[in-house]
């Protein structure tokens, strides 16, 4: 299944968010702290500070789509040795990290089949 228009970039914004945020927030977070444009077609990627959960916030050119993911075992591999507040990934790395991998460093995180 594809989740996404083609992406023209993709954005991990590195530091924790208040999940409580959602599309309004997390734009100012976009268009205030790493001076990006919210509208520009690119994916942004947050992180809870438990690092258990994921937003992505794009716009598909009709309104902005808001994906949630939530793991119920471990962690996700959030990258916290950059110093960087906004990391550029490309669509492998993108995989990666839903997939459960490090980003950088390609470690997966572990689970057991619940069904």
């Not at 001076?35 to 050119?61: Q, R, T």
């Not at 916290?80 to 980003?103: F, H, K, M, P, T």
Request: hydrophobic share 45%.
């Amino acid at each position: 299944m594809k989740m996404f228009v083609q992406p023209s970039r993709i954005y991990l914004h590195r530091q924790f968010v208040d999940f409580r945020k959602s599309i309004n927030g997390l734009s100012v977070i976009i268009e205030s702290e790493i001076n990006l444009p919210v509208m520009s077609g690119a994916l942004f990627i947050f992180c809870n500070k438990a690092k258990d959960k994921l937003k992505i916030l794009y716009w598909d050119k009709t309104g902005f789509a808001l994906w949630y993911k939530r793991l119920e075992k471990d962690k996700f591999k959030w990258p916290s040795r950059i110093d960087e507040a906004c990391l550029e990934l490309n669509e492998q790395q993108l995989s990666w990290l839903l997939e459960g991998y490090d980003v950088i460093g390609h470690q997966a995180v572990s689970y057991q089949n619940i069904m």
